[in-house]
């Protein structure tokens, strides 16, 4: 996935600088740029419409696999073995719902880290992490470091125009 990179906040005393809505902003387009990158892998009719009803709910911390099972009326007989066998990250691992969930947070959190310093406990409930805890071990797992260490690459290589970070783990 080619890099997509980001205008750079404005200055902290500028008059339009609103912190808040700036990381809203980042969150929308992040999530928008993994929308138009991922969407479109599964072939049967159920897969697809549970990705889209992850992929809308990204955000949210209720989003679990079984709202989506709810939500989208699918049967759960071989549900989940299903989805692993259409649904592939990087193209070569096969990811259960839930980890295909946090996978997804942790690609939304990827780029807004990209874009710069933030809260790391504000980051983990902003893409739908209900505790720091669990971003932090979806963080070791698809990122392979800390969030603290993935938040002190992003300094000085966002200034350099170039990804801090290490691509995302399958």
């Not at 990381?23 to 999530?31: D, H, V």
């Not at 299903?82 to 295909?100: D, H």
Request: aromatic residues 8%.
């Amino acid at each position: 996935m080619p890099y997509i990179s980001y205008p750079p906040p404005p200055p902290p005393n500028s008059h339009k600088f609103n912190k808040k809505v700036l990381e809203n902003e980042i969150i929308e387009k992040a999530c928008k740029d993994f929308l138009k990158t991922e969407a479109s892998h599964a072939e049967k009719i159920d897969i697809l419409l549970a990705l889209r009803y992850i992929h809308e709910n990204l955000l949210s911390p209720s989003l679990s696999v079984k709202k989506v099972i709810e939500q989208r009326n699918i049967r759960t007989h071989n549900f989940y073995d299903r989805f692993a066998g259409e649904v592939t990250l990087n193209g070569n691992a096969r990811r259960t719902p839930g980890e295909y969930i946090a996978w997804a947070r942790i690609h939304v959190a990827r780029r807004i880290l990209e874009h710069g310093a933030c809260n790391l406990k504000e980051l983990a409930s902003a893409v739908g992490f209900n505790s720091y805890r669990s971003f932090y071990r979806a963080c070791r797992k698809h990122l392979g470091c800390k969030p603290s260490e993935a938040a002190k690459m992003v300094q000085g290589a966002y200034l350099a125009g170039r990804s801090p970070l290490p691509a995302l783990r399958a």
